[in-house]
């Protein structure tokens, strides 16, 4: 966890938070995400598909870690 914590930390501070806040993942991705999901639940997804719903859920992680850190180094400044 250390390499995403430092990957993390230089993200927060190169991004102004206020920017950074607002970055979403397009429609279509949550379109797809989502129906990823869906797919595991009825127990329908493929490995590839678990691979891909995996490297989301990792993304989704950083990308939050991330937002926390940003946050942070906005209220002490």
């Known amino acids: 966890m250390k390499i995403l914590e430092d990957a ?8 102004d938070p206020r920017k ?4 979403r993942a397009s429609k279509p ?5 989502e129906s990823l999901v869906q797919k595991l639940q009825d127990g ?3 490995k ?7 490297q989301y859920q990792m993304l989704n992680q950083i990308m939050s870690l991330v937002k926390a850190r940003a946050r942070l ?5």
Do not use: G, P, Y
């Not at 950074?20 to 970055?23: F, P, R, V």
């Not at 991705?29 to 995400?33: E, F, I, Q, R, Y």
């Not at 590839?48 to 995996?54: F, I």
């Open 29 to 33: 991705t949550s379109a797809h995400v």
């Open 48 to 54: 590839a598909e678990k691979a891909e719903l995996d």
């Open 20 to 23: 950074l806040a607002s970055l």
């Open 44 to 46: 329908e997804i493929t």
């Open 8 to 15: 993390a930390n230089a993200l927060s501070k190169a991004i």
């Open 73 to 77: 180094a906005a209220v002490s400044a």
